[in-house]
């Protein structure tokens, strides 16, 4: 189950027929778990029948992005408390003159220094002043903070002042107050980010909690007998009680199922480097598969503050089917404001009045009215024209051109959040090919891939449910760091070994407790390494090295590092000193996930259609209207034309052809 900002959306797998089925409910801002639960009841009869069952939470995202994240008290270690506030200077913003440092989510008068002091090596300096814990325990109480952050100096050397300093705070407010500890949320060196993954998780977390436990019970009153998991940023999933207990882990779980999801289709279809684009109702994502795995990185941004954990590299941009176009400066804006679910856009008749992308499809033609969403909704045609020529009047344009200036702002603005996350970091995106989902991203996939010189578009099955079904893909992740600073000649190879073999047995112990057996564990291990005097980091894969007490692993280690330092950077300096940082490991827990569904064969090139006109260029023109269901594996047809299907609409224009491959993908190619 996936919930986006205007549908959300549920996949079942049907063990015993090995068949997929999807669907989609409106989303319910007020109370997320309604348009849940009306998604569920749309696929399943009872609850009580589901042996799995993993959810996308946007709780916690929308919470942080809204600011309606609970007041949070920061205590820090007395003298170094402002680090939060002082922040890191905008390296990459050094001249750029609209530059405005992030807003912190905590006041500087909600930030209290707690005597005591741990040194660097993990000793003890000063004792921890526990009348002033107690005493911050009690301004909390008195201000009506809703959560504690505690984040002292060093604690990733030596927790032991966090942990006590907790336990104070339980005492005095009780064992269901939040609490979070920088040196949970990430073990890891550099106080700022440490410290801001720590408010973050204060700030969001009692709002993800609350979520969830409400969606457990209503999930039991309703008769579900197994464990609600929970997806995380990194691509792994969790039971929802160590959710619970690790909410900052779930802060990006809705549009990382995507990013799985191309993996999964990158292994069984062989094509090693994909780009995902999601384009929903509100936001538009975009995701890299680089030779068959995820793009994750150790660090994450969000509205300028940090966040250190795995996470799968997502960029996003207010771009999607409900974004509004409007004037400014007597120009055209798409986004990122968006009508969202409610009102949403003018054609749902629910009360919206703005023009928006979907209205400006409709207007075009490339949406069948009485098909939206499976049938859910019979689309207004007259509003959204209505809507789309009163915008139009500003620009001197009737209802036609207004829609394809629409649609036009609005791939441009796209094609440059793909260019971001490519280009950008030295990614050729001809190199790879586009896969689009989401329920609006395969009606603009082919306009993008044209503009980028993309030569094969894909369009997976229910690429309007492609996140949720990307979830049944995945496995339990567990992630854990240990800081290892040290040079390459220092490098102390029995050191590291036991270093990483208390992390591997620390972390396939966890894995029981998620409810693996113990023959699906694993663990990898990885590690932070940087040029010597540099400030940042690659994480470097440990699979298949030499055992670090021999002489092997250093030269294989060093190696790896340079090739991908030339592959991020464009440079590499082999044979220059390096250093080691931090030491990774993650813990997965293989639940088994289910095989694609070969889609059946055509028994010749007819397949049932009908003609409508639809716009290209400004120009109505006859176009091929089938449904997805009729198009079998081996079948081929030419644009101009549109697929439709329960989740999505596939547009292809004139120019281009269309196969289905044998599990039942939209290839998509311009003609010679």
Not at 106 to 116: F, Q, W
Not at 143 to 149: D, Q, S, T
Not at 419 to 443: K, N, Q, W, Y
Not at 444 to 466: C, K, Q
């Amino acid at each position: 189950m996936d919930i986006g900002g205007t549908f959300t959306d549920v996949v079942t797998y049907d063990d015993e027929a090995g068949a997929f089925a999807a669907s989609k409910a409106s989303t319910t801002p007020d109370d997320l778990s309604e348009g849940v639960m009306a998604g569920l009841g749309s696929v399943v009869g009872s609850p009580g029948d589901i042996g799995f069952l993993v959810h996308g939470t946007t709780q916690g995202l929308n919470a942080f992005l809204e600011r309606r994240g609970v007041p949070v008290l920061l205590l820090g270690t007395a003298g170094a408390e402002d680090s939060y506030h002082i922040a890191r200077g905008p390296r990459t913003r050094l001249y750029d003159l609209h530059y405005r440092k992030p807003e912190p989510l905590v006041p500087r008068r909600d930030v209290l220094g707690i005597g005591g002091r741990i040194a660097p090596d993990g000793s003890e300096l000063t004792p921890l002043d526990e009348q002033a814990v107690r005493a911050a325990a009690n301004t909390a109480e008195e201000r009506g903070h809703g959560a504690i952050a505690i984040a002292f100096l060093f604690s990733y050397a030596n927790p032991a002042h966090e942990l006590r300093a907790r336990e104070i705070v339980l005492e005095e407010l009780g064992e269901d107050f939040t609490v979070s500890l920088s040196h949970e949320a990430a073990k890891e060196w550099r106080e700022y980010e440490r410290t801001s993954s720590a408010v973050i998780e204060s700030y969001t977390g009692p709002i993800v909690r609350r979520y969830l436990s409400h969606l457990e019970v209503r999930l039991r009153d309703r008769g579900l007998g197994v464990p609600l998991h929970v997806m995380q940023s990194s691509g792994g999933i969790l039971t929802a009680d160590s959710a619970r207990a690790r909410p900052l882990q779930t802060l990006l779980s809705g549009p990382v199922g995507g990013a799985i999801a191309c993996a999964e289709l990158s292994r069984v279809s062989g094509r090693d480097n994909l780009i995902g684009i999601d384009m929903g109702g509100t936001s538009f994502d975009v995701s890299l598969i680089v030779g068959g795995e995820p793009d994750v990185s150790a660090e994450a941004h969000l509205e300028g503050l940090p966040m250190l954990m795995s996470v799968v590299n997502i960029h996003t941009v207010g771009a999607g089917g409900g974004s509004v176009a409007w004037v400014e400066a007597g120009g055209l804006r798409v986004g990122p404001r968006s009508a969202g679910a409610r009102p949403g856009p003018a054609c749902y008749g629910r009360g919206g009045t703005e023009p928006t992308v979907t209205d400006a499809n409709l207007v075009l033609g490339r949406i069948d009215p009485n098909g939206f969403a499976g049938g859910q909704l019979t689309l207004d045609t007259e509003s959204a024209s209505g809507a789309v020529r009163e915008l139009g009047e500003a620009f001197g344009l009737d209802a036609i051109a207004m829609a394809e200036g629409i649609c036009d702002v609005a791939n441009s603005k796209m094609a440059q959040a793909i260019r971001t996350i490519t280009v950008s970091r030295g990614i050729e995106p001809r190199d790879s090919s586009l896969v689009a989902f989401g329920g609006a991203g395969p009606m603009h996939a082919v306009f993008l891939a044209r503009e980028l010189g993309i030569t094969e578009t894909i369009v997976p099955r229910f690429p309007g449910a492609f996140s949720a079904w990307g979830m049944l893909q995945t496995k339990i992740r567990k992630d854990f760091t240990e800081p290892y600073f040290c040079l390459d000649e220092d490098l102390d190879g029995a050191g590291l070994t036991t270093v990483l073999t208390r992390l591997e047995e620390h972390g396939l112990s966890t894995l029981g407790e998620e409810g693996v057996a113990e023959e699906h564990r694993s663990v990898q291990h990885s590690v932070d390494i940087r040029y010597a005097a540099q400030e940042y980091t690659l994480t470097v894969p440990l699979d298949d090295a030499a055992e670090p007490s021999t002489p092997d692993f250093l030269k294989t280690i060093a190696e790896r590092f340079a090739e991908m330092h030339h592959s991020r950077y464009g440079h590499a300096n082999r044979g220059a000193p390096i250093e080691f940082v931090t030491v990774r490991s993650a813990a997965f827990g293989d639940l088994g996930r289910p095989e694609p569904q070969k889609w059946p064969q055509a028994q010749g090139p007819a397949f049932p259609h009908e003609t409508s006109q639809v716009v290209f260029g400004g120009v109505p023109q006859d176009s091929i209207f089938a449904r997805r269901d009729d198009l079998l594996a081996g079948h081929a047809l030419e644009g101009p034309a549109v697929i439709l299907e329960d989740t999505a609409t596939t547009v292809v224009p004139p120019g281009y052809s269309v196969t289905v491959d044998e599990i039942g993908s939209l290839i998509i190619k311009e003609l010679p």
